[in-house]
Nanobody
Framework: QVQLVESGGGLVQPGGSLRLSCVASGLPFSAFALGWFRQSPGKEREFVAA???????LKADSVEGRFRISADDAKNTVTLQMNRLIPEDTAVYYC????????????????WGQGTQVTVSS
């Protein structure tokens, strides 16, 4: 059974950093694209970043220059390094997986984790 488990969320002050991780199991990691989405209360789920099976990266304009997605095939793990966090980054962050190609569309992803809370506040 495919399982995605996120970790690394927490409370940070504006300008701080967090590193989120998503460990995937039950799938051939190298053949999948992994993406990060986020959702705040009362808002729709929003694309953050994704990395395809070939290493191609996609990123939302709102996090350009601040967030970086990477994958570690040996650990079946995708990481989202978040720097210079702002209050608008506060959300539950979800890891998602689909075959091969990265996508910005949440409905393209078949598998989802349970999410990890990120709160940016003073």
């Amino acid at each position: 059974q495919v399982q995605l488990v996120e970790s690394g969320g927490g409370l940070v002050q504006p300008g701080g950093s967090l590193r989120l991780s998503c460990v995937a199991s039950g799938l051939p990691f190298s053949a999948f694209a992994l993406g990060w989405f986020r959702q705040s209360p009362g808002k729709e789920r929003e694309f953050v970043a994704a990395i395809g099976s070939g290493g191609k990266r996609l990123k939302a304009d709102s996090v350009e220059g601040r967030f970086r997605i990477s994958a570690d095939d040996a650990k079946n793990t995708v990481t989202l390094q978040m720097n210079r966090l702002i209050p608008e980054d506060t959300a539950v962050y979800y890891c998602a997986a689909r075959h091969f190609r990265a996508s910005k569309v949440d409905k393209d992803y078949e598998f989802w984790g349970q999410g990890t809370q990120v709160t940016v506040s003073s």
